[in-house]
């Protein structure tokens, strides 16, 4: 199973783009990259999850270059709703996925 | 929307007592999960579970047993607790062959070990 390194925190402020990198130097052929939102006192929640290239949704975007040894999760304009945990893990749908300690993202007004 | 109760939003237990954490999903998925996350060390994996009465360790097993009788409900035992078990215990699910590798969870349930 691929392990992955992310920043233990990073803070930013209203309004700005925050970009969390995430290497996963041994991610294997058929792993996917996903991240995932946690709030305290709640489970975590699905973000994104991309294979290569860059993928968009209505929260974030994905960014995967072409050897897949990281990835860099895009959040624009963040508010001060999205200070919480974020986590990303490699692997596929019935892998055990490993969670890691996460980026505690903190924003300030 | 996918819905993953779990029995106890907190739960305090003595030291030895039999301990059972309940966890049902409502989207007929094939996974299930039992994760525990404590300050410091993010989620660990105890248990996880890809069909009806089948089960598969994760990183962390001992000390604890599951039960999967029905494919809606996981189980999570504790034999006998033991303080180093305080902690919060999430409950996740998945759909196989979804397309993503999307795992919804449970609420959680806070459990203190005395």
């Known amino acids: 199973l691929a392990k992955t390194t992310q920043p233990i925190s990073m803070d930013s402020y209203e309004g700005q783009e925050v970009n969390i990198t995430c290497s996963h130097n041994n991610i294997a052929t058929n792993d996917y990259i996903t991240w995932y939102q946690q709030f305290p006192s709640q489970g975590p929640r699905f973000i994104i999850q991309?294979?290569?290239t860059k993928v968009t949704n209505e929260v974030a975007s994905l960014f995967i270059p072409a050897d897949r040894k990281s990835s860099t999760l895009s959040l624009p304009r963040v508010s001060l709703s999205d200070t919480a945990v974020y986590y990303c893990?490699?692997?596929?749908?019935?892998?055990?996925?490993?969670f890691g300690t996460g980026t505690r993202l903190q924003v300030f007004p | 929307d996918v819905k993953v109760t779990q029995s106890s939003r907190y739960l305090v237990k003595r030291t030895g007592e039999k301990v059972f954490l309940e966890c049902v999903q409502d989207m007929d998925h094939e996974n299930m999960f039992w994760y525990r996350q404590d300050p410091g060390l993010g989620l660990r994996l105890i248990y996880f579970s890809y069909d009806v009465k089948m089960k598969e360790k994760g990183d962390i097993p001992e000390g604890y047993s599951v039960s999967r009788e029905k494919k809606e409900r996981f189980s999570l035992i504790l034999e006998s607790a033991s303080t180093n078990q305080t902690s919060m215990y999430l409950c996740?699910?998945?759909?196989?062959?979804?397309?993503?590798?999307?795992?919804?969870f449970g609420p959680g349930t806070r459990l203190t070990v005395t």
């Open positions: 991309g294979y290569k």
């Open positions: 996740a699910s998945s759909l196989v062959n979804s397309g993503t590798y999307e795992q919804y």
């Open positions: 893990l490699v692997g596929g749908n019935t892998d055990k996925l490993i």
